[in-house]
């Protein structure tokens, strides 16, 4: 299985949690059917026109029906966003296989389940809704609550004692380490430059090749840059994972949040920035580090609240080797990698695991706050929005392409606060999959089919698409597809004792060949010829033998044969051994002899030679043996 | 020549004509060169030769075979032909051989230095310099030079090659010159043999298969068309032209680019009767034939045409406009009614080339914008100016860069995809779209205003605002794409059509205006420094002309821009504190630095800009910004500026201290310039005669003139004017002494009524602390200086002479012919210790 993302989309048809009581939120009229019936009110809120489900939120787990997930043996996981389904699949399918990952993804992949499991724990909502569910009234719904797709499987969060089942499961990797796998096949972690501890796998046996290339990025921000090379000579290369927004230059956003950033605080106003507590973050943080000083804003308070703020600034300093190049020599200074330590130093930079407790007393405005959930359904986020949505000078910043910000901010209307809509985006943008195409030049592309065509609200857009040859397959969900190639050869290893025993004979300058008897021991995927057993002596009947230890018969071998026969010597040869009236025919395969006196026929063909004759078994034999002078034997 | 270089000349000939004394410095010897071109110019070389016999037993002794550096050859070649060009000295350095020997095959041009590229570009120099007369045309035609300068036009260096053409050309006029005083036939076949020669050759080459050998011919040509008007190259053209003619039948057309070169260039050359040549018939050919690429210079020639004819211009304007009009039609839009660009539309070969490859595609619409940028303000333009399609392209090209036009047909996604971001496009589409602003045609006229026309235009220039405001908010434009949008909007905003009798801002400009301020508050808060300065240099603009008016100043007031602007005094790049300072200038001269009046300081705001400038002023450590501040200060003063006015005198001597220590000239200088305007100011009245005089002063001085110097005393502008004009950097100086001699012409006719104390210590020290500043010890301050002394020491410097030796180069003593001989000599002389460069 490849990656095991989770769709936290279906979150945004919650109301917010709110960590404090809002009476905004809980007098909030319920939502009745257009007959007037009210029966859905206690599950069903309106707000601003948008109908939400009152209840904790759900989210929607990855397809469980298609395959049985227990015969499932090995995830091989790209990065920590692609694993947060993994306690639902590993705690509740029977699964029984191995989890791959690299470190850095496991660590950060545990804070960003920590802090889900924690922003929804802490607010422990009595209520669940179901009714609406069913499908008879969800039919009845206004969208998107009615265009919801499969929302019988929507599941509540995971708990801490499942995460934590979860990632026991995890055996961790390293990049450009092979692992077997049941001799079948060797899979291999690449860097793949989006995020700590990234990873591209190629899953490879020794005449086959398939790349998966899931979330890379050829941009120098912090993580490794991604490794291109390693993914040549694929038959099949498996992509999927690029930008979500690929007409947002990253550049271009990042200057787009630090200009909006600084005119919001100029004018004396806060700075909401919903994100995740790793990846992105840390990118915007340097860029800050250096943008705040020359923006006059060195007096201005930066706040990240995070119940792993702690965890998510130091483990990104103590990932070394998982770094850049620039990044990995501060580390031999000694300096730390990521400037955030010296904001953190100068007190520019603040983190609290809360708004409770310290920050409360160190709070202090205008500032700028990077905190959780991206989708403002749960987290810290959902009180600054309640408290800073109504003054025009606040601006909330959204970095995170995961979430339509439009949708995100639906319970929060009518809303005062500014918002700026800045998606950062590393991931493989559709000229730079041409360029990476062109380098690695795999056999076949296989990728989602949204891929291959422009997107619909830009279908003049053709370079929002792959564009290479020849052109990709595409898959959709729920659809199987058979990857382009056949498994034609397999590796046989050969015991020492039995290649001493072979006498090649060179059969071209440069060709050898021998013939071998042995036995193909066949064990885990992996061909082993041994020596043949010796023919057991005789023992005279004393002892009996046992069944297991019969061994095959072993039959006289015939010798194998190789060469041609050259048609006119061979006719020579016939008349020396007195066959006469021999007519020669060429086919479009080689040669039919005729012995017309004989009645009989010898057809030679490049790889087949047969002597037909009438029940004339002497004369067969004979014809065999000259045409086998012309034969090598082994 | 003077004595003493005659003196020195034989050493420095023995030195050049030693090849183990090599000369280390090329310059050396093309300054001798140039002495040697002044003298001869002035005089006899004759005389010079007799005078001078080092000279040609330098030239003897070049020939010698000797391992001689190549530059002193080349050198020797190209004296020996500056002599050479009098024609009784070619007779004399003939009588000895010597030219044939320098020039001919028995010199370099057989031998082993003829490789060195140096040597044959002085042979052709030399050549260039002796063809001046009857004699060298026939030394050239006796030595067999000409076929060597046919060959060299081949040369592997492009300066001997392009060297070689330019001799041919001269040698061709020469022989010409004498067929046309002597013969008034201008038949072909009555040609010197000289001038048959080279066109002969030149007919050769253009028959021949070999591109380079047609484009050495076509440059001949185009040299020679465009520098000799004689009736004989009417002749020449009649003759050729069949030729030239039939190289358009190849396909491809070769030496396209210098074929079109020799077309204009026959075209201009007013010794052609272009319509008796059958000029205009190739020229139509031509822009048939060549690909769209190398169609486009040919268009645009000949639309700058003066006379020509109405047809070849309709064509060439259609050949001209074609990219654009494939790009209308690609994105499904109608040219409009304009019969040019219909006409243009339908040519496949454009469509191919622009498709053909991203740089095919963005080179020809590049060059396409360029070419209308630069047609659209000449007089000789197309009429009718297809305007609004013209703006359609420019819009559509922008939208294409963006991926915000939405073409139907599959050539439009192909653009589309071609340019998608391509910066040069959208620079090169952002200047013509600027251009397109001056359009002061019938179009423009047509209904009162852009915007409230009943149809057409004012939804282009709805379009266009549209399209400007989309780069300016879009976080992908890049710093130099910003730039260009924004002096387009300026342009823009600037052709917007006035109220009578108003100069401000027409409505809907005021609305495009109040959608350009939140965006120009976000660019100034760009992490960039490049597209703040932009946004700076933006408002600067549109401030200066719409600063006063009602309509900008309450949308500008009621924006943050001006907050934030004065937040960029404290910028850490320079340019854009520069930048800030000047707008903050512009802002409060025109009352639009208003902050909200804190409790504590009522009244006080205004104040504080001075202070933060002066603060900058004092503490920048960067040139540019102190430097705005001095613009804006000297600006205030002539505006009478409320801060300044307020206590002029204080500004003005806290402003020339701190300046008289800023180690920045331009600083310094700007304060001289500061320093005179408030000089004009004071005396303005005194003289109402003086030129410069402005009114109304700020302080009349009314009394007799000690009063009126008294305050430019109390500001010690003498000490500050008096220590630059010894001031180690020489505009700061001359400016210095302009002002004091300003001064002094002012007060002479008044100076009767001061008691001069001439001799009284005060001026006698004054003139000793002067002395010593002048000897580099700037150490003492003057001290309060009185007005008699002020316009004693006045009198005694002398400023006259002090101007003379500051005008003077600051090499000029090392200038002269004996100091090169020396430095040449001496260098030679510790070469091996020294090899800088004489000067």
Known sequence: MLDCGLDM?????????????????????????????????????????????DSVPEFCLPETELIDLSTVDVILISNYHCMMALPYITEHTGFTGTVYATEPTVQIGRLLMEELVNFIERVPKAQSASLWKNKDIQRLLPSPLKDAVEVSTWRRCYTMQEVNSALSKIQLVGYSQKIELFGAVQVTPLSSGYALGSSNWIIQSHYEKVSYVSGSSLLTTHPQPMDQASLKNSDVLILTGLTQIPTANPDGMVGEFCSNLALTVRNGGNVLVPCYPSGVIYDLLECLYQYIDSAGLSNIPFYFISPVANSSLEFSQIFAEWLCHNKQTKVYLPEPPFPHAELIQTNKLKHYPSLHGDFSSDFRQPCVVFTGHPSLRFGDVVHFMELWGKSSLNTVIFTEPDFSYLEALAPYQPLAMKCIYCPIDTRLNFIQVSKLLKEVQPLHVVCPEQYTQPPPAQSHRMDLMIDCQPPAMSYRRAEVLALPFKRRYEKIEIMPELADALVPMEIKPGISLATVSAVLHTKDNKHILQPPPRPTQPTGGKKRKRASDDIPDCKVLKPLLSGSIPVEQFVQTLEKHGFSDIKVEDTAKGHIVLLQEAETLIQIEEDSTHIICDNDEMLRVRLRDLVLKFLQKF | MDPECSQLLPALCAVLADPRQPVADDTCLEKLLDWFKTITKAGSSLLLLQENPCLVELLCHVLKPQDLSSRVLSFSLRLAGVFAAQEDCFQYL???????????????????AWTAPSVRSGWIQGLRSLAQHPSALHFLADCGAVDTIFSLQGDSSLFVASAAGQLLVHILGLSMQGLAEGHPSLQAGDWPVCAQKIVGHI?????????????????????????????????????????????LEKDPVPAAHSLVDLLLSVARSPGLSSSSCGLWETLAQTLNHLSPTQAGPLALGILKLQDCPQVLRAQAFVILLQPLACVLKATGQDPGPSDVLDSATGDSLTVDALLSSKAACVGLLCRTLAHLELLQPLPQRPCPWPQEPLLGAAVTLLQLCRGSASPASDVGRHLCALLLGCVRVQRAALDFLGTLSQETGPWKGRVGSFFMSVSGPQELVTEVFAVL????????????????????????????PKTPGCCDLEPHALLVLRELLPVLQKRLCSPCWEVRDSGLEFLTQMTRHWGGQAGFRHALLASEVPKLTEQLLRDPE???????????????????HVTPVSPEHPGGQQKSLLVELLHILSTDSEGFPRRAVMQVFTQWLRDHHADVAGDTEQFMARVLQVASQDLDWEVRAQGLELALVFLEQTLGQFHSHCPYAVTPPVAAPAGPLAQALQPLCRVRLFEFAFRAL????RPVAQKSCDLLLFLRAKTASSSGSLQESRSGPDVASVEAALQRWQAGDQGQPLGDLEPEVVLAVLRSVDLEGLRGALAEGSDHMEKSPQSLLQDMLATVGVLGENEADCY
């Open chain 2, 469 to 496: 405001l989309e780069y300016l908010r879009s976080p992908d434009s890049s710093p130099t794409v910003l730039k260009k949008a924004f002096q387009a909007t300026f342009r823009w905003l600037l052709s917007s």
């Open chain 2, 94 to 112: 003939q009588q000895g051989e010597l030219l044939p020997r320098l020039f001919g095959e028995p010199g370099p041009l057989g031998g082993a």
């Open chain 1, 9 to 53: 989309t279906s979150t945004l048809n919650f109301l917010p949690l709110p960590l404090v009581q809002s009476p905004r939120l809980s007098n909030l009229p319920g939502w009745s059917l257009k007959d007037g019936n009210a029966f859905l009110d206690k599950e069903l809120k309106e707000c601003s026109g948008h109908v939400f489900v």
């Open chain 2, 203 to 247: 007919e050769e080459s253009l028959h021949s298969t070999a591109v380079p050998q047609i484009t050495q011919a076509l440059n001949v040509l185009t040299t020679t068309f465009g520098h000799c008007h004689d009736p004989w190259t009417q002749v020449l053209w009649v003759r050729l032209s069949p030729l030239v003619g039939s190289l």
């Open chain 2, 726 to 729: 010894f001031d180690c950097d």
């Open chain 2, 574 to 592: 320079s340019y854009v504190r520069a930048s800030a300072v000047t707008v903050m200038g512009q802002l409060s001269s025109q009352g639009l």
